[in-house]
């Protein structure tokens, strides 16, 4: 404690003189194997280069034992009831067409091992930047000719459950360049710009302040590779993008609309900031 | 002419709601060299107990979210995110914390604090948040006089 205060006397010490270099993040306080059912997922790795971190971290690595234990069996983690429900829902004939997923992906949820890896990624047959929402939406709208699920709910949700789950201990290595270069950089400059009444931007807890304590939580560097998170708050899998809608609201700022453009842009500039961290979602945070 | 009427008794309700007579209004806190404000925002002494209840409020001060304070060890949970204010009053005059308080972005470049006493303008502020203060003027003084009793 005697340090921690030292040690912010002079981080005031230099604020005040002007020579501070922004504050990071210090890492998590011990590196733990990251090992769900047999399958080794890498939970540190080496920062990008377009990071001005040294390493990243699964947020995995900052949470209580407690919390860490619920996602290291399958049994235990509480969002395989929704990825239960899915697996369901992908076996079963909705819409128009008379289709299920299983009509065309015969191989069935597994034919999408490594496709939460590269997520966001440029569709060029729709011009636009695809999640993994948008490719199920996609199918069900135009193969399907069912309602498109709606953005941050169950079904939606633990579908993306079903299929990340699929790349399990896969390596994260979205493309930031080519068509996607400007939609990164827009995600890049959503990350950094302070907002809200509270005047905080994304990088104020996540790069500058990754593994300090926030009343009782340890903030994490937001990493995604853990999503769909089921959350121990409110009991259910929650989508990147609802997560984000609730930071901008803590920040006191009018969020985006998940699904819109902007937050796809940020999914895919945050998505970028853990290239080299394994897949583990569906995960499971406080 | 009724609703004009109507507006302007608004617009001096929404005055006094932001600036009460003899309030400096956010936008005219006058700062020092050092990032200090020495004259009191109010010229009415703080309550240090209201002080205290300001600084638990998770709508207001929030301070425990980032801020240890021993002496008020029964509030659970207090973060690590800025210094512990464990005898701020010994290290900072009351017109440096004063500053800190109303504006710290203005005292330490760079920081994460919000500024507690200026009007909202970012971008994407919250409608109902758009140019209000997180705190108003007495409650800056409020949170002041019970920091100036952190002596060590």
Known sequence: MKNITLSAVIATGFALVGTAALAEGQPPAEIKPLVIDGINIVAEAQAPSHMDIPAIYSGWEFRAEETQVLQLDDFDNPGMLEVDAAREAFNTVDGAAGKSCASCHEGGPEEFKGLAAVLPRWNPDQNALYTMEDYINYCRTARMQAEAWPWGKTQLNGMVGLLNLQSRGEIRNVAIDGPVADLWQQGHDIYYVKQGQLGMSCSSCHEENYGVRIRAEILSQGQTTGFPVYRLKNAHLNSVENRFKGCMKNMRAEPYKPGGPEFHALELYVASRGNGLGIEGPSVRN | ?152
């Open chain 2, 1 to 152: 002419m009724k609703n004009s009427i109507l507006l302007t008794a608004c617009a001096s309700v929404a005055m006094m709601a932001t600036a009460a007579l003899g309030e400096v209004a956010p936008g005219d806190v006058v700062f020092d060299d050092n990032g200090g404000v020495p004259v009191s925002l109010t010229g009415v002494p703080g309550d240090p107990a209201n002080g205290q209840k300001t600084m638990i409020n998770r709508k207001k001060g929030n301070c425990f979210a980032c801020h240890v304070v021993s002496a008020m060890s029964d509030v659970p949970f207090h973060g690590l995110v800025g210094p512990s204010l464990d005898g701020v009053a010994s290290r900072y005059d009351e017109a440096f914390i004063r500053g800190i308080l109303v504006n710290a972005k203005h005292t330490f470049d760079g920081t994460i604090m919000p500024a507690m006493y200026v009007p909202a303008t970012l971008p994407r502020t919250m409608k109902k948040f758009q140019g209000t203060t997180i705190l108003s003027a007495q409650e800056v003084e409020d949170v002041l006089s019970y920091l100036e009793t952190l002596k060590e």
